[in-house]
């Protein structure tokens, strides 16, 4: 956006804000709501009815704990929040940012203590809005758990004697190329191209249009493989889910996603479980060799895929590893929470996050911008969205192990390039119930236990073992 | 859009259109307007008020006339119609696209009935969407003043012994430099940076997010330099308009643009009277020298300019040159009336078509898709659109000449690299006015005379006689 465009900008989003809280808000929806939660309609809450009623019977009365005012003065902060955070990046300097931070954590406390019920912290109420019901105490729990299996793995394999060729991934490979590729590997994979479109983007993400209408976007790097065809296949994992949802229940809960967890579960089982794994590879490398050509022609299959597995702490968060990844996340968990319970100040926020980088990933940030502005997530007023990503990964593992155990020999079906029976399993067990259960719901439902790290950590230490010959 | 989307999306915009319409002709809104327009705020119709008053009572008559039904089935049938047109264009099949195209002129008559006033034809009152107050009997006398002297220009052209080299124009530019050379360009006429944006896209154009935000896009191809670089200066005029609109009115009549007519005088004349003129070579070609390097270091500047102003009888309507451009229009321009008054049946129109080419041409166009599915506008219903891209030469034209008389010696200050008093001119002669007076009022104001034919034809004697040594 040009500079001066941001005034209008943020009247135009705070405007609709406003109006959308107004429409939401409007005492005759809580009355017949009421009426519905009352009725027989309502009393089976996995229903179709059911689950819609009890759904926005929630979101009516979270909305109701809000003022306007207040939903409207959040919108404009973030407006301006995302202005400043795009100027502080490129001038590598926090201070122009710090202002639009600390009230964004202003109005997020306020929010936070209107939002949140009596059995909830205010960071909880918080989290519910990307992933319902869920508790900060018991997400900390988990990543408790995986946290040290993470901090050995990583020193384990900084320390290994024979670790993959990592320059394998930096040869040049012409976009045209990558594309190919990657909208094959999409499609192999189940995405519906009469559904959908992949097309190229700054940043990659996954939107949806309308019940038929998915939209992957990626980026193709021409020294860096990985960028566009692991991105491509993490949104393809993210449009495999949308395209599952009912479209008779379009923007209802019944057909809408159940949690950013369990979305970020489906475009990571792709990415990292099926598209990095060595029977995905066993498929994939022959026609990847012909596509790709000269830039993976003196390789072996066992050699590439021993390559695309690296692992390496580094700065920058979207361009983590398997393993480095989620501690990525668990700074940042651990930081928005301080932040919000005035445990921490927006003005010592650079050196905390710095002080947790080389504590957790041995590595200290040079400047902000590969720092604590990497990302655009608190300046856009997203806090409690960062474990999500995290809950992905573990959701992923453990829906992967139960599947192997419900579907038959996942790797062999890989092998001869056969997806369809785990995507099968995956829109049954998750997609088509769209709201209908809760993420805890749906992960027991699919895997008879409670959310654990066990699957994560043991995908992990098996693989990793094999990549760098622990 | 993906193939299966289009049904989704067909709802979603007549629903929009329809509720757009409700809105628009509440009776209240009628009500309120009916005591503006007896008040003495409407007294002056040229004053901010009373051309705000005028408009939006014009406005609200003609949606009244129109039933939220009829709406939402013309949006609905323009949705359809675009995706039809696009898979007969593929196809080069017209037949895939004749019943939607059948459809969107059968409620575009319906339309066309219901808003013309006793004084208009039916082609009136679309026109009058585009080109407020504009008769088509008007417009037809003035094209018919113009085709003769561009059909006998063109024939001269073909006939000359001396033409420029064309083949300049296909050397190969890199895409980068391209972009460098266009951002330059559009500085340097004046667009505002701060308050817009350049970019890239696959059909170029100009569009404007709010006061400060107005947004030009352009494409590059690497062996036809102009398509970015008048692209540019084209879009940039439209964005200059766009810019010198009074923000302080931002969406009301008087800061919104006069007519289509008005908006395409100001890209053409600083695309074409401006961007293609000698003078302003004279003082851009040492940058441009710079910034292509190899591509043009062999060449004078005299050369170069005669290589842009080529012109050559050609069937594509957004590639053709500034003599040939007005009877593509021409044809368009007589065939749309055809059609909507059923003297020329949609069976017909690619033969028709077709014969136009060959009769005002002398080319025949070998296939549809180079033929009547080349424009996307008759699939999104905008029957009467045509005529304002020859408006649009022909203001600009009438502009610039009466500019010469009264801003000095335009020749000399573009040799030097000043566009502001032109600028300046065009802001306080048509910008700045918005909607408060009509485009004939502004071309009779700025000018002296009603709309004519004499500058556009004046200025493509002079300079085709010099670049075709005629």
New interface residues.
């Given amino acids: 956006?040009?500079?001066?465009?941001g005034?209008?900008?943020a009247d135009?989003v705070s405007l609709l804000a406003g109006t959308i809280h107004q429409r939401c808000t409007d005492p005759r929806l809580g009355e017949w709501l009421e009426v519905l939660a009352d009725s027989s309609l309502a009393d089976d809450p996995h229903s179709d009815p059911g689950a819609t009623i009890s759904r926005l019977h929630r979101d009516y009365k979270r909305a109701c704990r809000l003022t306007t005012e207040l939903v409207e003065a959040m919108s404009r902060a973030t407006v301006i929040g995302q202005q400043r955070w795009e100027v502080a990046r490129h001038d590598q300097n926090f201070s122009h940012f710090k202002p639009a931070l600390a009230e964004i954590f202003r109005l997020k406390r306020e929010i936070a203590s209107r939002l949140a019920e009596p059995d909830q912290s205010r960071y909880d109420a918080l989290l519910d809005e990307y992933e319902p019901n869920a508790k900060a105490s018991e997400i900390r729990q988990v990543f408790n758990d995986l946290r040290p299996h993470l901090v050995q793995l990583s020193q384990q394999i900084l320390d290994a004697r024979h670790p993959p060729n990592e320059r394998i991934l930096q040869r040049k490979a012409a976009k045209e190329s990558q594309r190919k590729l990657s909208e094959l590997a999409a499609q192999r994979i189940g995405f519906d191209?009469?559904?959908?479109?992949l097309d190229q983007t700054t940043h990659p993400f996954c939107t949806t249009?309308?019940?038929?209408?998915?939209r992957i976007l990626t980026r193709y790097q021409e020294k860096w493989l990985p960028a566009g065809l692991f991105g491509t296949l993490h949104e393809a994992g993210h449009g495999l889910y949308e395209q599952g949802l009912r479209q008779d229940w379009?923007g209802l809960p019944p057909g809408s996603y159940a949690s950013l967890g369990i979305h970020e579960s489906q475009s990571r089982l792709w990415e990292n479980l099926v598209g990095r794994s060595y029977p995905f590879w066993q498929h994939f490398w022959p026609e990847t060799r012909s596509i790709l050509g000269k830039t993976v022609q003196d390789l072996s299959l066992y050699e590439f895929w021993r390559s695309i597995n690296t692992s390496r702490p580094s700065l920058i968060r979207v361009e983590a590893d398997e393993v480095t990844y989620n501690l990525h996340i668990i700074i940042r968990f651990d930081l928005e929470q301080a932040l919000l319970e005035n445990e921490l100040s927006v003005d010592d926020l650079p050196d905390a996050w710095a002080d947790r980088y080389e504590s957790d990933l041995q590595i200290r940030p040079p400047s902000v911008r590969e720092g604590v502005l990497q990302d655009v997530h608190w300046s856009a007023g997203l806090i409690g969205y960062f474990p999500t990503y995290t809950l992905g990964n573990l959701i992923a593992s453990q829906l992967l192990t139960a599947a192997r155990d419900q579907v038959g020999d996942l790797d062999a079906q890989w092998r001869v390039g056969e997806f369809s029976p785990l995507l099968d399993w995956l829109r049954a067990q998750i997609h088509r119930h769209g709201q209908c259960y809760s993420a805890d719901e749906l992960i027991h439902k699919a895997t008879g236990k409670p959310l654990s790290s066990a699957p994560l950590v043991q995908h992990l230490r098996t693989k990793y073992a094999e990549v760098y010959r622990l």
């Avoid at 956006?1 to 465009?5: F, K």
């Avoid at 191209?193 to 479109?197: A, C, K, L």
């Fill in positions: 956006m040009p500079i001066e465009g005034n209008f900008r135009q191209f009469q559904r959908g479109r249009l309308g019940p038929s209408d998915c379009y």
